[in-house]
């Protein structure tokens, strides 16, 4: 991509040369739009419920950046001929159900004949130019709030297994099918919001990565700190983690540095690949305390403060037990 001769306009606010969750291009002084596309195969079993986490997790990087979700356009790869349309149509019914709940209007969409099954949205959103939220610009003195517990990819590779309890799994479908929505509002009612993004195939650890790159700061995790689903912790400690994990380990621990006291099931959830995961959100200390208890108020129990942005120049993010 980075040999990719880029057409630039001075009305693009952001474009694809950060690692942004979604592009934003300014229509006019007081007016954006954002805009972000998704799609992936089936992690669950239940065509319905896939489409619910499909939607959910398109429309999380609109949230992440601040703005409102308006339209979505269906993306759909489907095995005609291979499976029953019938399966289609929970699927699409699943997530038209996140996009009411959601307040966006389906507008269309595009499908072709595959061999394998994927589905997803395009979503178009809108936003202040001056209010949008990048995943860079946190500042020294920042507190790291997390929205959601992790363990979606751990929880979704056992269910592939046959090897995961019923709870857990409903636990994570009921997080990968809860829209950011709730947080994002809260967010952006709380103000003097630095920097956010969401947490999704990176890991914990590897967005948080790209929020400090280049920036001259660097990153506290307190690892004890961070929500995980129950149930997790042993099936990490018995090596079921999704390939995707080695992978985001492999790219991101050197900007790592790991606390010995840290064990090594732990650092693995801190890599571990989300689908439709939680905003991570940088703001000031007294801001990130109240918007805390906001959240906690308002049935985001899985809410914490995870971390903290420090002045040191390395730039490593230092994982502590």
């Given at each position: 991509m980075?040999?990719?001769?880029?057409?630039?306009?001075?009305?693009?606010?952001?474009?694809?040369?950060?690692?942004e969750?979604?592009?934003?291009?300014?229509?006019?002084?007081?007016?954006?739009?954002?805009?972000t596309?998704?799609?992936?195969?089936?992690?669950?079993?239940?065509?319905?419920?896939?489409?619910q986490?499909a939607?959910?997790?398109?429309?999380?990087?609109?949230?992440?950046?601040?703005?409102?979700?308006?339209?979505?356009?269906?993306?759909?790869?489907?095995?005609i001929?291979?499976?029953?349309?019938?399966?289609?149509?929970?699927?699409?019914?699943?997530?038209?159900?996140?996009?009411?709940?959601a307040?966006?209007?389906?507008?269309?969409?595009?499908?072709?004949?595959?061999?394998?099954?994927?589905?997803?949205?395009?979503?178009?959103?809108?936003?202040?130019?001056?209010?949008?939220?990048?995943?860079?610009?946190a500042?020294?003195?920042?507190?790291?709030?997390?929205t959601?517990?992790?363990?979606?990819?751990?929880?979704?590779?056992?269910?592939?297994?046959?090897?995961?309890?019923?709870?857990?799994?409903?636990?994570?479908v009921?997080?990968?099918?809860?829209?950011?929505k709730?947080?994002?509002?809260?967010?952006?009612e709380?103000?003097?919001?630095?920097?956010?993004?969401?947490?999704?195939?990176?890991?914990?650890?590897?967005h948080?990565?790209?929020?400090?790159?280049?920036?001259?700061?660097?990153?506290?995790?307190?690892?004890?700190?961070?929500?995980?689903?129950?149930?997790?912790?042993?099936?990490a400690e018995?090596?079921?983690?999704?390939?995707?994990?080695?992978?985001?380990?492999?790219?991101?621990?050197?900007?790592?540095?790991?606390?010995?006291?840290?064990?090594?099931?732990?650092?693995?959830?801190?890599?571990?690949?989300?689908?439709?995961?939680?905003?991570?959100i940088?703001?000031?200390?007294?801001?990130?305390?109240?918007?805390?208890?906001?959240?906690?108020?308002?049935?985001?129990?899985?809410?914490?403060?995870?971390?903290?942005?420090?002045?040191?120049?390395?730039?490593?993010?230092?994982?502590?037990?």
């Amino acid at each position: 991509m980075r040999d990719l001769p880029l057409i630039a306009d001075p009305n693009l606010i952001v474009g694809m040369e950060h690692a942004e969750d979604a592009g934003v291009y300014k229509l006019r002084n007081d007016l954006a739009i954002v805009q972000t596309i998704d799609f992936f195969t089936p992690i669950v079993d239940d065509p319905f419920t896939f489409g619910q986490i499909a939607v959910t997790n398109a429309l999380s990087d609109v949230y992440a950046m601040g703005g409102k979700p308006l339209t979505a356009m269906n993306v759909v790869c489907f095995p005609i001929g291979k499976m029953d349309i019938a399966i289609l149509r929970d699927i699409l019914r699943g997530g038209l159900e996140k996009m009411r709940e959601a307040g966006v209007l389906l507008v269309g969409g595009h499908s072709v004949d595959d061999a394998e099954l994927k589905y997803g949205l395009s979503v178009t959103g809108v936003i202040h130019p001056d209010k949008v939220l990048l995943n860079r610009g946190a500042k020294a003195g920042d507190k790291l709030i997390l929205t959601k517990a992790l363990g979606t990819g751990i929880v979704s590779t056992a269910l592939k297994r046959g090897m995961v309890e019923d709870e857990l799994a409903a636990i994570s479908v009921s997080s990968m099918t809860r829209l950011n929505k709730q947080a994002a509002e809260l967010m952006i009612e709380a103000g003097n919001v630095h920097a956010a993004t969401d947490i999704t195939g990176f890991g914990f650890l590897g967005h948080a990565c790209e929020m400090m790159e280049g920036s001259g700061l660097s990153m506290i995790i307190s690892a004890s700190q961070v929500p995980f689903f129950p149930g997790v912790q042993r099936l990490a400690e018995n090596g079921i983690v999704p390939g995707g994990l080695h992978r985001n380990k492999q790219f991101r621990l050197p900007m790592i540095a790991v606390d010995s006291a840290c064990p090594p099931w732990l650092l693995d959830i801190l890599f571990d690949p989300q689908t439709a995961g939680g905003l991570l959100i940088a703001l000031p200390a007294d801001d990130a305390e109240q918007l805390l208890e906001r959240m906690h108020q308002e049935g985001i129990a899985d809410a914490a403060i995870v971390g903290e942005v420090v002045a040191a120049a390395d730039g490593v993010i230092r994982v502590l037990a």
